[in-house]
């Protein structure tokens, strides 16, 4: 089944504590994308990759870091947590090649519920 | 910058009413534009999206767009609503200016489906 997984779902932590949010995606899409959720603010974009080792920054990458070393993975590092990065995460990845009706369509993953104490 | 304006972070209709969800963007390109849906708990699925061509776009479950360059806009109508419809929809646009490429979506709408 084609998909996207984000591990864990769920994540309670305390500030200063380096957490790894993993996404995965089976489809070999080339474009991969984290987002964060939050009531009122929608989903703004934190950080993309257009391929392996290339990635850029989205409209609110302080506190994160992101790397692509292998086209599948595209791993969401917070190395020093605070209150402020508490929110939904969503992994998403597209084709950017091929088809013209597959690309730029994003598919997400689940979610990933963070909590920073 | 791009930026995506939904108006109405809450819209309710009757089962069997028409849905329309309003979405307005700027963009300095030739814009591609989004419409996704997000049911409870869930993540985001793409309903449609406008690159070239047709401006009328049709999607999933019933539901359409039209890209209107002069009004910068591409609202999501669906003729009647279904019980099933109730979840929160976001409009995006992707963001080719600089050399990036990035997506901006907007904040979001809610709708709600009355029986």
């Known amino acids: 089944e084609a998909q996207v997984t984000q591990n864990p779902r769920y994540l309670i932590t305390v500030t200063g504590k380096k957490l790894t949010v993993t996404c995965s995606q089976n489809?070999?899409?080339?474009?991969m994308s984290w987002y964060r959720q939050d009531p009122g603010l929608g989903l703004r974009q934190i950080y993309y990759?257009?391929?392996?080792?290339?990635?850029d920054k989205g409209d609110v990458p302080e506190g994160y870091k992101v790397s692509r070393k292998e086209k599948r993975n595209f791993p969401l590092i917070l190395e020093s947590p605070s209150p402020n990065q508490t929110s939904l995460y969503f992994c998403?990845?597209?084709?950017?090649?091929?088809?013209?009706?597959?690309?730029?369509?994003?598919?997400f993953g689940p979610g990933t519920r963070l909590l920073v104490l | 910058a791009q930026s995506v304006t939904q108006l109405g972070s809450h819209v309710s209709v009757s089962e069997g009413a028409l849905v329309l969800l309003r979405c307005n963007y700027s963009?300095?390109?030739?814009?591609?534009l989004f419409w996704y849906v997000q049911y409870p708990n869930q993540g985001l699925q793409l309903l449609l999206k406008?690159?070239?061509?047709?401006?009328l776009v049709k999607g999933i479950n019933g539901f359409e767009a039209e890209f209107k360059k002069s009004e910068t806009s591409f609202h999501l109508t669906k003729p009647s609503a279904h019980m099933s419809d109730a979840a929160e929809y976001f409009c995006?646009?992707?963001?080719?200016?600089?050399?990036?490429?990035?997506?901006?979506f907007g904040t979001g709408t809610r709708l709600k489906v009355l029986a």
């Open positions: 998403a990845s597209s084709p950017l090649t091929g088809l013209a009706r597959n690309k730029e369509t994003q598919y």
């Open positions: 489809m070999n899409h080339e474009y």
């Open positions: 990759s257009m391929n392996v080792e290339v990635t």
């Open positions: 963009s300095s390109v030739p814009p591609y």
């Open positions: 406008y690159t070239t061509g047709a401006t």
């Open positions: 995006a646009v992707s963001d080719r200016s600089s050399g990036t490429y990035k997506y901006i």
